[in-house]
C-alpha cells in the first residue's frame, strides 16, 4: 500500500498568516491526491481533488499543488474557522491511504 | 444534493459482527462509488473499502478477511459488516460516496458517522 506522510504533525499560526502543509507519497501518485479538512466532531470535508481542483464551495484561500511524490496546502490568509487538522487522501490505486493528520491550532 | 444517512448497532461485544447501513438521498444511487472509512478516537482517517454501482468491492488488506461491503440499490442503501470484531475496531465509522466519471473523484458526500464501541 502507499504510504503517505504529513508534515508537520502540528502547527500553531495567526490568524491572517500563509500556512503550508505537505504530503509525500512513498511512491509515485502522479496528480491523484486530495485534501480533506476535519473540524471536532465532524465529517470530513473535501478541500481538493486531483491535486490543485478547488471543490465547488471552497474559498479561494485554500489550494493545492505539486505532483508524483511531493504535495503541498497552501492557506494563503488563516481564518477563524480554518483551525481543524487536514488530511491527505491519495485515490491513485487500492487501498486508498490517508496521511497522518496536520492538526492546525491557534497561535 | 446527495445526503447519506447511516445508523447500526454502537456497543459490541469482542467477537460480535459490526453491521452499519447507510442510506442514499438525492442523486443517482448508481452513479457513485460508495465507501466506509473509519476514525478511532482521536487518530487519523483509515480507508476500509469500497464499492462500485456494480457490486464490485476493494478492500483495506488489514481488514479483507474480515469485512465485507455491499449495496441493496432497491433502496438505496449500502451497508458494511465486520467479523470477530476486537477493541481495536472501536472507531467513528463514516459512509462516503464520490461520484464516478472521467476524473477520479475522492469521497466528496459523507455520512454523520457512528461511534462503534467494542468492550467486553
Known amino acids: 500500500a502507499i504510504q503517505l506522510t504529513q508534515s508537520p504533525s502540528s502547527l500553531s499560526a495567526a490568524v491572517g498568516d500563509r500556512v503550508s502543509i505537505t504530503c509525500r507519497a512513498s511512491?509515485?501518485?502522479?496528480?491523484?491526491l486530495a485534501w480533506y479538512q476535519q473540524r471536532p466532531g465532524k465529517a470530513p470535508k473535501l478541500l481538493i481533488y486531483?491535486?490543485?481542483n478547488l471543490q465547488t464551495g471552497v474559498p479561494s484561500r485554500f489550494s493545492g499543488s505539486g505532483s508524483g511524490t511531493d504535495f503541498t496546502l497552501t492557506i494563503s490568509s488563516l481564518q477563524p474557522e480554518d483551525f481543524a487538522t487536514y488530511y491527505c487522501?491519495?485515490?491513485?490505486?487500492?487501498?486508498?491511504?490517508f496521511g497522518q493528520g496536520t492538526k492546525v491550532e491557534i497561535k | 444534493q446527495v445526503q447519506l444517512q447511516q445508523w447500526g448497532a454502537g456497543l459490541l461485544k469482542p467477537s460480535e459482527t459490526l453491521s452499519l447501513t447507510c442510506a442514499v438521498y438525492?442523486?443517482?444511487?448508481?452513479?457513485?462509488?460508495w465507501s466506509w472509512i473509519r476514525q478511532p478516537p482521536g487518530k487519523g482517517l483509515e480507508w476500509i473499502g469500497e464499492?462500485?454501482?456494480?457490486?464490485?468491492?476493494n478492500y483495506t488488506p488489514s481488514l479483507k478477511s474480515r469485512v465485507a461491503i455491499s449495496l441493496d440499490s432497491s433502496k438505496n442503501q449500502f451497508s458494511l459488516k465486520l467479523t470477530s470484531v476486537t477493541a481495536a475496531d472501536t472507531a467513528v465509522y463514516y459512509c462516503?460516496?464520490?461520484?464516478?466519471?472521467?476524473?477520479?473523484?475522492?469521497?466528496?458526500?459523507w455520512g454523520q458517522g457512528v461511534l462503534v464501541t467494542v468492550s467486553s
Open positions: 462516503a460516496g464520490a461520484p464516478f466519471g472521467a476524473v477520479i473523484m475522492p469521497p466528496d458526500y
Open positions: 438525492g442523486g443517482s444511487f448508481n452513479a457513485y462509488y
Open positions: 464499492v462500485n454501482h456494480r457490486g464490485s468491492t
Open positions: 511512491q509515485d501518485i502522479r496528480h491523484d
Open positions: 486531483s491535486e490543485s
Open positions: 487522501l491519495q485515490d491513485y490505486n487500492f487501498p486508498r491511504t
